[in-house]
């Protein structure tokens, strides 16, 4: 497996950051900031430097390149595999499709289960229901494959994103890639290293991604509480406290939900993800020095020693929360992973991976989600 | 230098190593991460003040909870996934200390039961005490119910157990030693008081045989002497007093009929003989017998027959009985001069009813329901004027419920009584089938 890795900067224009030597890559993919795709020119001259590949790639809430975050670029990395082979499936979701876990099929399908390995996953990340559309895919694919990616960005505005296949992205895409072969190895690790504060508190009363009720007691007022002086900016403050849900008796099943929305009137608050009645919830706090930590603890767990690309997919709202400290959270990769793998990677709006100690994979919030890819 | 500040230098640079440090986006950038963390600061801050709260606020939760649990009347218990004590509160140590002797936080349930398993009860009757122990174990994983368990020092407890959330179990442990040994006297004394019944008719009945075999012979030479078969008695006394001694047997032989019967029915050995049944045949037979007995008292007797009455399948000797029952306690309440109606229709809902009214004594309200118990005669004084052992009614409803049917008194002190039976639309036939 051979690597090339660009940079796409507003002032300097495609700069190579590393490269293995002329290569035929066979896949490339790119992360690319809000807006800085739109004219089609990027992809353009993506299509002429490596014309025979398959390019894909998604708009972000920031952009990974070795232990750098960035804001405003574009990050492309060239993959050429030596014998592992790729097939692609595309899908589109919006307008009167509305169905994520349908679209999960329709992308499950177009990967034929033979000598399938894993599948990385880019997805519109507004209209897309994450824990719907991975539900979708395992039910044509099986538990026994594992799926990761995320879904796409728009800086930290939440409006539209973009995801392309051959094509300069748009919103409302979707796509899939499929490894096969023996030769191929993948590995991840997903983990958010937020610190659960408070009692837990049972789900009262909740419609699908909306939350009314803790312990029967309003959960608006509960973050408030929580929240204090930073209440006043609800909610883009409320990414400062994740709720972290999972069934009675099952903490194992733990998963981290983001605050997307919050409605005074009805004193709701709409999450990145359902949040099921019934479910135990216990509101979460980032300490800086716990989530960098988290972050190395989920490239440990992706982590072997032949890993030649990381890509790193983080939740937006840790680098909302953490400004200029985000980069630490990709050095503490960088210093687990070494010298010798490349990262790449961006912030999203949802990470995709499997849940802890379960075939299973879900939407995940809130962690930072590492693919590891390696040719033997 | 400081990580952070050595990227800030690097993005101050234009991302170029070595390049000139543009000082505005150097202060922006620092400025930024003072910023950044002063609000981790205050956040953490908060945060921590709000935690202090609700640890009190939780304490309290805590603490009335353990409080409810303690009070309890039932012992509880909580034992956790790996089936180890978790909780347990003052009454189960107080229900336990009688049996295992009190049990400590962290003991696994196989414990309690090996502990507790040489004082379970049914092993002393033979029971393989490693197989109850099983048993226990298996109920305790897979809870199904509440069940009973009884010791050796007298005690008995029933358990109720269910799964918890994580996996573990929720026990509760309730002395029923009080309620068993009720239910068990309650259980000897209904036990007794059956056998008693049961010998109390079984007597009954081997004395109504015993009485009736002399009591033919008294009959039988009575009437040979009434008819003087065997030559004249002599003096018109003897005849007189011949008389008196048959009418005298009669009486008594209804009696010990009646009481033959009433403890056949209380033995659950009398027998209906069901057939077709004409009803207004019936009355009029019953009442040429006792026609006699109420033109002695002064009494008028009206017949009120629906006509076209359809059949009744029933027992013919049972309904005579009724009616003759009902008649003969009308004839004899009835003051003369007074009237006494013997009436058959057909209701739709309630089936054919046959009823006697007379213009007698009647009987009190309150008083109905002991009229209706066998020997039950209201007053003493009564029986005493009017003779009789108080059976006619008893019977009569006994009778009638055999049959499906009920009774029903209807009565006004010093206006009179009504007593009617009603046989259910399933015992009564067609008209037509009477009219062909």
Known sequence: ?376 | MHRLLLRQLKKARGGKEGGAIDLDTLLTLVDGAYGEFERQHRVLGHTHNVMREEHGQLNARLSRLRDGISQMGAGFSIWDSDDRLVLRNQRMREILSHITGDIQQGVCFTDLVRRETPFVLTIGDGKDPDEWAAARMSRHRNPAGPFEIAFTNGRFVQVWEEKTGEGGIVSLYLDITDRKRAEDELRQAKEAAESANQSKSQFLANMSHELRTPLNAVLGFSEVMMSEIMGPLGDRRYHEYAKDIHDAGSHLLDIIDDILDMSKIEAGHFDLDAQWIDVADLIGETLRLIGARAREGGLTVVREIEPNLPPLYADLRSVKQILLNLLGNAVKFTPSGGKVTVAARLLPSRGLALSVSDTGLGIAAQDIPQALKPFGQIERALSRRHGGVGLGLPLSKHLAELHDGTLEIASEPGKGTNVSVYFPPARVGRAAAVAS
């Open chain 1, 1 to 376: 497996m051979q690597l090339e890795q660009r940079i796409w900067l507003p002032r300097d224009g495609w700069r190579i950051l590393n490269s293995d030597g002329p290569i035929a890559p066979a896949l490339v993919i790119f992360f690319a900031a809000p807006g800085t795709t739109d004219d089609g020119a990027r992809f353009n001259e993506l299509k002429s430097f490596y014309p025979a590949a398959s390019i894909i790639g998604c708009t972000t809430g920031g952009e990974i390149s070795e232990t750098d975050v960035h804001d405003g670029s574009i990050i492309a990395t060239a993959i050429a595999f030596e014998r592992a082979g790729l097939v692609f499936a595309e899908t589109s979701i919006g307008g009167e499709e509305r169905n994520s876990f349908d679209a999960g099929v329709r992308l499950g399908r177009g990967l034929p289960r033979q000598g399938l390995r894993g599948v990385f996953l880019l997805s519109d990340g507004t209209q897309v229901n994450g824990t719907e559309l991975v539900a979708g895919i395992q039910h044509v694919l099986g538990p026994d494959i594992t799926i990761t990616g995320g879904l796409a960005g728009d800086g930290s505005s939440f409006v539209s994103t973009r995801v392309g296949f051959n094509a300069n992205p748009e919103p409302g895409k979707l796509v899939a890639v499929g490894f096969y072969g023996p030769e191929i190895r993948l590995g991840y690790g997903s983990v958010g290293g937020w610190d659960a504060v408070g009692p837990e508190r049972i789900v009262t009363r909740s419609a699908g991604n909306t939350l009314f009720d803790l312990d029967d007691l309003p959960a608006l007022d509960l973050y408030k509480k929580y929240l204090g002086l930073e209440a006043a900016n609800l909610p883009a403050s409320a990414l400062l406290c994740p709720l972290r849900i999972h069934p009675a008796g099952k903490p194992e099943a733990s998963l981290v939900r983001t605050v997307i929305g919050i409605d005074e009137e009805r004193k709701a608050m709409t999450f990145a993800g359902t949040i099921p009645q019934g479910h135990v919830a216990q509101i979460m706090l980032g300490h800086f020095d716990h989530l960098i930590a988290g972050a190395g603890q989920a490239a440990r767990k992706a982590a072997f020693p032949e890993a030649q690309l990381a890509i790193l997919v983080s939740c937006i709202g840790r680098k909302l929360l953490m400004g200029q400290q985000t980069a630490d959270e990709v050095e503490a990769v960088h210093d687990v992973l070494g010298q010798a793998c490349r990262l790449t990677g961006f912030y999203s709006y949802g990470e995709i991976a499997p849940m802890e100690n379960s075939p299973f994979c879900d939407l995940h919030n809130q962690t930072m989600t590492i693919t590891t890819i390696a040719e033997a």
